[in-house]
């Protein structure tokens, strides 16, 4: 009797370390199995993500970590109020009427939902409008990566000249004029003087707390099995496997932080933009923007540094396609060839079903919460 209670326990044993040590990347594997490891809390016993050798800097998705402080911008409560009331204040433009929030709403996943924003004069920007969440993860802020921290990041805004088109400094000069600001700036920062420094830190320490709550996704991989669906767990498994989106979109962030040809370019077109190649002026960078992070991607549409893309389904197919990116023979054949773009290596083709390819949107909404809550400021000091 003892003896077979042995036997049995062995046999339960060795099913269950071969189910856990399970490494194919077949994506008709068992949703069971595949279910429990995800769901384990440990991802090192996940299935083996499909990355490729040029792969820079590999991080494994999973929970946002806490947000880290520059040492010269340390936060406290009143520093974050007044950098939400700046950040809401038309008064840091020229009109008075453009705000940070006129483009970034947080009713529309701190973006504005439209494909390209407008600012003074209601002019058209080139780009869409890049949502606030969880920017404090990104080493480098804009499409190009144009600026290396928030606090570096918010005087771009204000000097665009269709954005909020105001100098900077006189800007600072205004904001100065407005007595009722002065007790803030001595709450947040010691001393009641204002300065454009200041005014640039305090809304980017309120940037900072524009952080994601934990999606469905995190309370899954946390140990929560229920958490997903079943085609959100496939969706998962695609994403880190036959679907390749890991290559870039990796770490907590979904973003590696880096810069991609994604075939989207416009070569040649009123709409090309040369993007981080803008900044580098490196061949290598031409028509490279920085991976987005997937994170809430559900609520920032339309998407893409263009915004032509305005369902997540045809972004999916694209990749499926391996972004192909035709360049019209009428545009080729002149001196400016030398800047042709080429995609990166690292999207190819994927083969993906249509069932695949729902199962992979279907993860991303589960990377999605619903809208935060935010109380807006409606009256400014005078
Ligand atoms: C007229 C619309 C508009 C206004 C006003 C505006 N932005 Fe933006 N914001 C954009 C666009 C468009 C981009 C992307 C531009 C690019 O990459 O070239 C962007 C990008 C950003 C980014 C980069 C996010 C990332 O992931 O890299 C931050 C941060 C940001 N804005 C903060 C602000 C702040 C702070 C203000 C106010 C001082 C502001 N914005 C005002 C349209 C606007
Ligand atoms: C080669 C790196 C790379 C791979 C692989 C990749 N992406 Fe991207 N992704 C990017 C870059 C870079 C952008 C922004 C490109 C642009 O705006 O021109 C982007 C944009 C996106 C966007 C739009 C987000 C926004 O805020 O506008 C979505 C959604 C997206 N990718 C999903 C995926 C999915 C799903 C996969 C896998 C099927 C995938 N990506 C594979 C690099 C990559």
């Given at each position: 009797m003892r003896k077979t209670r042995l036997v049995m326990g062995?046999?339960?044993?060795?099913?269950?370390?071969?189910?856990?040590?399970?490494?194919?990347?077949?994506?008709?594997?068992?949703?069971?199995?595949?279910?429990?490891?995800?769901s384990s809390g440990?991802?090192?016993?996940?299935?083996?993500?499909?990355?490729?050798?040029?792969?820079?800097g590999f991080q494994e998705i999973g929970r946002l970590g806490a947000v880290s402080y520059p040492a010269d911008n340390l936060p406290n409560p009143e520093k974050v109020k007044l950098g939400k009331l700046l950040f809401y204040d038309g008064r840091l433009s020229q009109s008075n009427q453009i705000a940070c929030a006129s483009c970034h709403d947080p009713q529309l996943g701190w973006g504005d939902g439209k494909k390209l924003g407008f600012g003074h004069d209601r002019k058209l920007g080139k780009r869409n409008v890049m949502t606030l969440f969880n920017t404090a993860f990104y080493t480098k802020l804009f499409w190009d990566g144009r600026a290396k921290s928030l606090e570096d990041q918010a005087r771009f805004p204000i000097a665009d000249h269709v954005e909020m088109n105001i100098d900077?400094?006189?800007m600072a000069e205004k904001i100065q004029g407005f007595k009722g600001y002065k007790p803030m700036f001595k709450e947040a920062f010691g001393d009641d003087s204002i300065s454009l420094d200041?005014?640039?830190?305090?809304?980017?320490?309120?940037?900072?707390?524009?952080?994601?709550?934990?999606?469905r996704f995190d309370i899954?991989?946390?140990?929560?099995?229920?958490?997903?669906?079943?085609?959100?767990?496939?969706?998962l498994h695609?994403?880190?496997?036959?679907?390749?989106?890991?290559?870039?979109?990796?770490?907590?962030?979904f973003s590696d932080n880096q810069f991609h040809?994604?075939?989207?370019?416009?070569?040649?077109?009123?709409?090309?933009?040369l993007g981080r190649y803008n900044v580098t002026k490196d061949k290598k960078d031409i028509g490279a923007f920085k991976t987005p992070s997937l994170r809430e991607v559900a609520a920032t549409g339309p998407w893409f540094h263009h915004g032509n893309f305005t369902e997540l389904k045809d972004i999916v197919s694209t990749y499926n396609l391996g972004n192909p990116a035709n360049i019209p023979k009428k545009y080729l054949g002149t001196p400016r060839d030398s800047l042709l773009p080429t995609p990166s290596p690292l999207i190819k083709k994927l083969g993906l079903t249509p069932l695949e390819q729902k199962q992979v949107i279907a993860f991303l909404e589960a990377l999605t919460n619903s809208p935060m809550r935010v109380?807006?400021?409606?009256?400014?000091?005078?």
């Open positions: 062995l046999i339960v044993t060795l099913g269950v370390v071969t189910c856990l040590s399970f490494k194919s990347n077949d994506p008709s594997d068992d949703i069971a199995v595949l279910k429990a490891l995800y440990d991802s090192t016993k996940w299935p083996k993500a499909t990355i490729d050798s040029n792969t820079v900077p400094h006189e200041r005014i640039l830190k305090a809304i980017a320490t309120f940037e900072r707390t524009i952080v994601s709550k934990k999606s899954f991989v946390k140990g929560n099995k229920e958490a997903l669906t079943d085609d959100e767990i496939m969706g695609l994403f880190r496997t036959k679907a390749r989106c890991i290559n870039c979109h990796n770490g907590p962030l040809n994604d075939g989207q370019t416009l070569w040649g077109t009123a709409n090309e933009d109380k807006v400021p409606t009256e400014f000091p005078e």
